[in-house]
């Protein structure tokens, strides 16, 4: 079975920096289109970052300039550097992994942001 195994989230001051790691079981992972997905208490779940396998990239509008989404084929993992953390960033972060109808997702990494 496919497994998506996040990893880097944790507590950090309003301004710093995480390195959030998502460790994919997929065959082809070079195929998939890797994303990140966010949700905070009482809100919508939100699309932070996606690549895509020819490396295009895109970003929630609050996001752009801040984060970073990259990825590794060799390693089956993708990342996400964000830096400039705000308060408002606080959310249970989640990698998803999707190729035409075949959508798989972690169970999420906490990310807490304190003012």
């Known amino acids: 079975q496919v497994q998506l195994v996040e990893s880097g989230g944790g507590l950090v001051q309003a301004g710093g920096s995480l390195r959030l790691s998502c460790a994919a079981s997929?065959?082809?992972?070079?195929?998939?289109?890797m994303g990140w997905f966010r949700q905070a208490p009482g809100k919508e779940r939100e699309r932070v970052a996606t690549?895509?396998?020819?490396?295009?990239?895109n970003y929630l509008d609050s996001v752009k300039g801040r984060f970073t989404i990259s990825r590794d084929n060799a390693k089956n993992t993708v990342y996400l550097q964000m830096n400039s953390l705000k308060p408002e960033d606080t959310a249970v972060y989640t990698c998803?992994?999707?190729?035409?109808?075949?959508?798989?997702w972690g169970k999420g990494t906490p990310v807490t942001v304190s003012s």
């Open positions: 998803r992994a999707m190729y035409g109808v075949r959508i798989y």
């Open positions: 690549i895509g396998p020819n490396g295009d990239t």
């Open positions: 997929l065959v082809s992972f070079s195929i998939y289109n």
